[in-house]
């Protein structure tokens, strides 16, 4: 492994793909894990000793000891969460004081951004997107305009005044979409007693260290330090090539890597795409290979296809290649590592899509209008294994990994077959 290059890890599904698990996995090769774009709006689960860990904020790495973690300047925050996940940690035993570094550049989330979140979906009506309403895309709103409010602000001496105004104007654009504040609650807590929460939870952060992260990535990586960039959400949710409007407000994909950390594109080394056997999708948008018959939802009940951060059923089908190979071409995925197997260990027949159909027309290639019109998926059939995985791949499980990769042309290396941290096979 080049020591002056930034490895990826990456969703290339609609998000929910196990990224945190594989983090927790390959942590112990790194020195530094990094998280380069979303917010609190990510649920990256990891198990291990019978306890579960669900990580929102937070780089997976933290649960290796002497692993560093950085929140890069392209993660948006919200302090009052962060807190409670920060301290979550602390008593399951981790203390992160001096492990834990957040990016001056990082945007904060004020209260009134979840307000307006709120409110946005309330406008859209039947068009809504199916945010989780943790105020990321006004956030990353505000960021484009120019007006948000950063991690390095905390310390300015106006910063209160900075943060009235702001919520001055979000207030005046909540009033104009015709949505009422008064009775508004955010997690259960009138708005008053969230915003003083809020405020314990900046004050609570200054005990952490701040950063310039851009210089601290590219100092580590020329000390020779290994760093591992870890993405939230999936590729098909990118704000640029996802199913837009149902998308994320950030660049999921290896690009958003050197913006949301401050890295040259000469600086990425290996990018290791995870996928699920199957696909799963959270709220609306287009999702072709979707299933409403009793195969989904033996995939939801097996796969325990809830979310990690709204507790929502997830929408669950099969394997969709064309997507996945889009993805792959998107970040210039170098391994594969498919997680879930042991879900499908019942199924006697497997499908998996190799092609739409569209207007008539066979295509291997997702068009514009995939980003709001469901492709009629062209299926090929796979005999399952109908066995349990314990720690060996049985062969028509190996028929199906390399019939992927012969489609996608890259290297499965890693096979997942539980949610403990044990339970993966390298190949």
């Not at 068009?127 to 950063?150: C, E, N, Q, S, W």
């Not at 994909?253 to 056997?277: E, M, Q, T």
């Not at 019109?373 to 109908?386: A, L, S």
Request: charged share 25%; hydrophobic share 35%; aromatic share 10%.
């Amino acid at each position: 492994m080049d020591n002056h290059k930034i490895d990826i890890l990456l969703g290339l599904q609609w998000g929910d793909e196990g990224k945190g698990k594989v983090v927790d996995a390959l942590t112990p090769n790194y020195d530094i894990v990094c998280r380069f774009q979303g917010g609190p709006n990510a649920g990256h689960t990891i198990e291990f000793e019978g306890k579960k860990f669900v990580l929102h904020n937070i780089p997976s790495g933290v649960l290796t000891p002497g692993c560093v973690n950085l929140i890069g300047n392209g993660v948006i925050i919200e302090p009052h969460i962060l807190k409670g996940e920060i301290e979550g940690l602390r008593e399951a035993g981790f203390d992160l004081r001096k492990t834990l570094m957040i990016a001056n550049r990082a945007h904060l989330i004020l209260p009134t951004h979840r307000a307006m979140d709120a409110a946005n979906e309330k406008a859209l009506g039947k068009m809504k997107v199916g945010t989780t309403l943790k105020g990321i895309g006004p956030t990353y709103t505000d960021k484009t305009a120019r007006k948000g409010l950063r991690i390095g602000d905390i310390a300015s001496a106006d910063f209160r005044e900075k943060y009235e105004n702001l919520k001055r104007a979000h207030l005046q654009q909540i009033a104009g979409l015709g949505f009422e504040m008064q009775g508004f609650q955010l997690d259960g807590l009138d708005f008053a007693e969230y915003e003083k929460l809020w405020f314990e939870g900046i004050e609570y952060l200054k005990q952490y260290q701040f950063v310039d992260g851009e210089y601290f990535i590219n100092d580590a990586l020329d000390a020779g330090k290994k760093v591992l960039a870890e993405g939230a959400q999936g590729s098909m949710l990118d704000v640029d090539f996802g199913s837009y409007p149902f998308v994320t407000s950030s660049n999921v994909i290896a690009a958003g890597v050197c913006s949301g950390l401050g890295v040259a594109p000469s600086r990425i080394g290996k990018v290791y795409g995870i996928f699920k056997a199957y696909c799963t999708r959270v709220g609306t948008g287009p999702f072709p290979t979707e299933l409403f018959d009793e195969t989904g939802e033996m995939l939801r009940q097996n796969g325990h296809e809830f979310g990690a951060t709204t507790g929502r059923p997830r929408r669950c089908g099969w394997l969709d290649l064309p997507a996945l190979k889009y993805a792959v071409m998107l970040s210039g995925v170098t391994d594969l590592m498919m997680m879930k197997s042991d879900v499908m260990d019942d199924f006697a027949t497997l499908k998996v899509a190799t092609a739409y159909r569209y207007n008539g027309q066979e295509t291997k290639q997702l068009p514009f209008a995939a980003c709001t019109e469901t492709m009629e998926p062209v299926y090929t059939k796979i005999p399952g294994w109908q066995q349990k995985i314990d720690g060996k791949i049985p062969q028509k499980l190996e028929d199906y990994i390399t019939f992927i990769e012969n489609y996608v042309g890259v290297p499965i290396k890693f096979v997942s077959y539980g949610p403990d941290r044990t339970q993966n096979i390298i190949r």
